[in-house]
């Protein structure tokens, strides 16, 4: 595919659930440790994680990922980043921004849900005086 070729995405079932306090990635219990997992494992109890969390590092994506990616129209640089949250879990997903005026480590973060390729996907976005 080509920086300007472009397929629907459409999330998988159970990777995120949108409510009135906002959007809960859905983690489980791993099959092998008591650690939690995301994406959560079929077949294992499944965890809601917090709406929010904590920066806890990030880079940009300054060039078109090869395939498989799917790209979302003409390429632009975005934010790809770890957000720790309070049950004990680092997740990686892309950022709304690669600011790093807007990133500072240890940040507050919340879970969004931003149009990608003609479907919805989850994403993290800066959140100043969400910190707890």
Not at 39 to 53: F, I, K, M, N, Y
Not at 71 to 82: A, H, I, K, Q
């Amino acid at each position: 595919m080509s920086s300007t070729d472009t397929a629907t995405f459409t999330a998988p079932d159970g990777l995120f659930r949108v409510g009135d306090d906002g959007v809960h990635l859905i983690a489980s219990r791993s099959s092998r440790s008591e650690f939690l997992v995301f994406p959560a494992e079929p077949g294992q109890e499944t965890v809601e994680l917090s709406t929010s969390g904590t920066l806890y590092t990030w880079t940009s994506q300054e060039f078109v990922p090869p395939a498989p990616a799917i790209t979302d129209g003409e390429f632009r640089s975005y934010g790809v980043g770890y957000v720790e949250f309070p049950e004990g879990i680092l997740v990686e997903g892309r950022l709304t921004t690669c600011d790093p005026a807007e990133l500072p480590i240890g940040g507050p973060m919340r879970v969004i849900t931003i149009p990608f390729a003609g479907g919805e996907t989850a994403a993290f976005t800066p959140a100043p005086g969400n910190e707890d």
